[in-house]
């Protein structure tokens, strides 16, 4: 199975800017990023299929961006902007190609099978 690391995660004030990276240890058809708040569901927050189209949920789109290093062997997610309602754990996650299924921040976590530890954002208002 592919292995995740994350790490990047920090305390930010509010308006400020922030990187996450996750290195992996192969290529999967998808990567996404999740998080998840003290107390609610974890969400989806982007995604990039192994040909670079990315995802962001709506709710994110213009602060948060998803991309790939030029090697290949990380992922990222900026994150500008950020808000409180942005304090959360943050996790890398990938999944290998199911027929008939889509890379996109709308799936559910339950649709991927590889997870990394998770990093923590907190965002100070």
């Known amino acids: 199975q592919v292995q995740l690391v994350e790490s990047g995660g920090g305390s930010v004030q509010a308006g400020r800017s922030l990187t996450l990276s996750c290195k992996y240890t192969y290529l999967t058809y998808c990567m996404g990023w999740f998080r998840q708040a003290p107390g609610k569901e974890r969400e989806g927050v982007a995604a990039i299929a192994a040909y670079d189209t990315t995802s962001v949920a709506d709710s994110l789109k213009g602060r948060f961006t998803i991309s790939r290093g030029p090697a290949k062997n990380t992922l990222y997610l900026q994150m500008n902007s950020l808000k409180p309602d942005d304090t959360a754990m943050y996790y890398c996650?990938?999944?290998?190609?199911?027929?008939?299924?889509?890379?996109?921040?709308?799936?559910?976590?339950?649709?991927?099978?590889?997870w990394g530890q998770g990093t923590q954002v907190t965002v100070s208002s």
């Open positions: 996650a990938a999944r290998n190609y199911i027929p008939g299924t889509y890379c996109s921040s709308g799936n559910s976590e339950r649709w991927y099978n590889n």
